[in-house]
């Protein structure tokens, strides 16, 4: 049989669209794979082509799930090392935060974690401030280059130089949420505001390292339960929220255009889609948005019967996977996208 070799231009789309699990085992394939696997272009392009996956944590393993959206719809879970020591002590409270390609991690103690599940490179962080409470990770996004910083309530940490700094700037209430997004490079979360009977959304501006008001959602708290945010098409947020006094009903919004941190007064958000899902009235779900193959949204939740599962909506059609995992506490999970990104060094 003729040996042919595929243009270059073309064995790199090949590659950028491949998970890393794939993409570890290939390292050995030859000297140009793993050098290509190693520069920032190739972690930024197979970034922003991976489909998310969920992250599952119960009290005593961690999962990847994976998400086939083909005809036949069907999920791949992965057990995950759990590299992380303080999880096995404080894993109902450890809380996990993906940040293009990372996952920041904390818990009730005064540490943090930055981590790769994938590479097996865990970095923790430990503050020198007695009086430092950890919020979060992000970047500013208007540097050529990706300067993670960890920053809470009295101080800002940069990964790449290992250096402390204190701020005078007002961080507000440094309480963490379960809530929080990551996009590009700052962080978003939902706040009830019970007065004025609305939620808002706030956000860390990680370019002038403070707190501001996002924008105000277009209905108030008694209408529906607090709503769940997440990304859409890696440039904008969507929102799920469950309707109050219907069944199963639910409603998935996301925003017009592009996310300007710069342009908060025009904020706009339309409806994507309302489903009806029996989903569990305690546990919040996770979601993501396909807007490639069949406008499709993937949600992680339990069901009525509060088993764990994915539900996959695609039109009228709606597919329940049910993930054998077993718990004798509560099962935590986020949607991520997993990654080659390496932690900075110390």
Known sequence: MMHVELPWELVEGILYRLPPLSLIRF????????????????????????????LVWTDSKMYSVSINLSKDPNIEMHELSLDIPSFHNNNMTTRFLPCDGLLYCDSLSCEAAVWNPWLRQTRWI???????????????????????????????????TNEWKRTNAYLGKMFPTYNDVSLNGNLYWVVPDRKA????????????????????????MMNSSFPVLSTFRKDRLSLLKKMNGTNNNIEVWVTRNKINNNDVEH??????????????????????????????????????????CIYIVRGNVLTNIQMDVDAKCAINHCSYVPSLIPIPPL
Request: aromatic letters at 18%; glycine letters at 4%.
């Open 27 to 54: 390292k050995i394939v030859c000297k140009k794979w793993k050098a290509l696997f190693k520069s920032k272009s190739f972690h930024n392009n197979n970034l922003v082509r991976i489909r998310p996956h969920f």
């Open 126 to 160: 430990e503050s020198q401030y007695k009086d430092f409470t950890f919020r979060g990770i992000g970047y500013d996004s208007g540097k050529p280059e990706k300067d993670y910083y960890i920053f809470g309530s009295t101080a800002i940490y940069t990964l790449e």
């Open 267 to 308: 904020v706009t958000w339309i409806k994507f889609m309302t489903v009806s899902i029996p989903i569990s009235t305690i546990c919040r779900p996770s979601f993501f948005i396909d807007d490639v193959y069949k406008r499709s949204l993937v949600m992680c939740c339990k069901d009525k019967n509060e088993k764990l």
């Open 197 to 220: 009977d609305e939620y808002f959304i706030q956000t860390f501006d990680f370019s002038k390292q403070i707190y501001k008001v996002f924008c105000v959602l277009p209905w108030n």
